[in-house]
């Protein structure tokens, strides 16, 4: 297939709206080189006038407000790193998207990589001190390795006891008078997820040691009613284990719409398919056990509770019917000798991954936990399986990113991949005769 011509920014000057102060417009101000032509240099830049600040974790400046500021660290953490056009595209109508991206810049919040100017094509992704949780430097999902059960006699001939899942749901309940004495509880002193719960909002955590978390901490929600501490009676759920468990249990809570949940999705942790399933698992007996003393999950059947949410909410694409192509620009990217994703590019802003795409199966050591996250949960669910061939992975459905740099970080499993890796398929230049039917496949 032949791609369109290469894409150029529309407007590659960067409008990075700063108002000068009434005193300082007849000012003599003293501008710091910003070394701009320094290919692959990060960005730096000048201000006439004292930057921005951040004030209880908020920005304070007219062009990041703290919708603009979640919703581009949203896009950012989707894979780790994004275009500045997918941030554009994910602000919508944002006054100035690349110059809230800038002011983040400046306050050292994120970091933009770019050649010689940055456009639509500068790679942008969280500063260091501002990482979000993040195990990329595992070269390899976690695996689950479950201890055979241990049998006083010998078993017979034929005979075999199988292994179960070592996690045991041990689940503490507390009112926000007692939140203070969660941290002396010994057994709380260990990895594990808990939710704050108001009147209509929620906020849901994980710490390696959660009943001190839940104690000292000041997370953003006030009027507590009930607090809810899960963790594992054997103690074998791991500090990266409760990462997995803490996006589970959010997808779990967000998936009732019977609160508002205050904090993002976090970005979860690398795990395999079994562990996923294992941990899922885990998390459906706590959360039956909070139905049935009337906490939380009150609503729907018990079956629905235990099992949780098929998917998080969002991710999956109403179903195409057969032989239709999907709305927006169909665009293609080709990998790994031979492996091809199709996807298309919506006037909403959102990307569709379409059903049939290949994926990766091994991610490199630069896939953050996110990618390796979802890509256990989506192989759980039946919306990932294995392609005939055994090459790859090939999606079963129409899966939803907000952008461009998170479509194609999920399919090659590394970082790096941006909205340009996608090439149009063109009519009008060369398109081939079956494509539209490969597509609708």
Not at 147 to 171: K, N
Request: hydrophobic share 40%; proline share 6%.
């Amino acid at each position: 297939m032949q791609g369109a011509a290469d894409r150029g920014c529309a407007n590659p000057t960067v409008d990075l709206a700063i108002q000068l102060l009434p005193e300082q417009e007849n000012e003599m101000v003293d501008y710091r080189s910003t070394d701009a032509l320094a290919s692959g240099k990060s960005y730096s830049t000048f201000l006439p006038y004292p930057p921005p600040v951040l004030i209880a974790g908020l920005i304070q400046h007219e062009l990041v407000c703290a919708s603009t500021q979640v919703s581009i660290l949203r896009i950012v953490d989707e894979t780790g790193s994004a275009s500045v056009g997918d941030i554009v595209d994910g602000l919508g109508e944002h006054p100035n998207p690349t110059g809230a991206v800038l002011i983040m810049v400046d306050l050292g919040i994120l970091a933009i990589t770019f050649a010689d100017v940055i456009d639509m094509h500068a790679l942008v992704s969280r500063a260091s001190q501002f990482l979000a949780p993040d195990h990329s430097d595992m070269t390899q999902p976690t695996v689950w390795h479950p201890t055979p059960p241990v049998c006083e006699v010998a078993l017979p001939d034929g005979i075999e006891a199988l292994p179960t899942s070592p996690f045991v749901p041990a689940v503490t309940v507390a009112t926000a008078e007692a939140r203070r004495g969660l941290g002396k509880v010994a057994t709380l002193n260990r990895p594990g997820v808990y939710a704050l719960i108001g009147h209509r909002q929620i906020y849901v955590g994980a710490s390696a040691s959660v009943g001190t978390r839940v104690a000292s901490g000041q997370q953003p929600i006030a009027d507590i009613k009930k607090i809810v501490v899960i963790t594992d009676a054997n103690n074998v759920l791991s500090n990266e284990y409760a990462l997995a468990a803490e996006r589970m249990l959010h997808a779990r809570v967000h998936s009732t719409g019977a609160f508002d949940v205050m904090n993002e999705l976090p970005m979860g942790t690398g795990i395999d398919a079994e562990l996923y399933g294992q941990i899922d698992a885990f998390l459906g007996q706590a959360c039956l056990t909070l139905r049935y003393h009337n906490v939380l999950f009150t609503e729907g059947t018990a079956r629905s509770v235990l099992a949780g949410p098929r998917h998080e909410a969002g991710r999956v694409a109403p179903m195409r019917p057969f032989s239709t192509i999907p709305d927006g620009e169909c665009v293609e990217m080709c990998f790994d000798d031979g492996l091809v994703a199709l996807a298309a590019h919506q006037h909403d802003g959102r990307w569709i991954l379409l059903q049939g795409s290949d994926i990766r199966i091994e991610t490199a050591p630069s896939a953050n936990s996110s990618v390796r996250f979802q890509r256990a949960a989506w192989l759980h669910a039946g919306l990932l399986k294995l392609s005939p061939d055994g090459r790859s992975y090939v999606t079963t459905r129409d899966l939803v990113f907000r952008s461009g740099s998170g479509a194609a970080q999920f399919c090659v499993g590394s970082k790096g991949r941006t909205r340009d890796s996608w090439q149009p398929i063109d009519a009008d230049d060369g398109l081939h005769p079956h494509t539209a039917a490969l597509i609708a496949a």
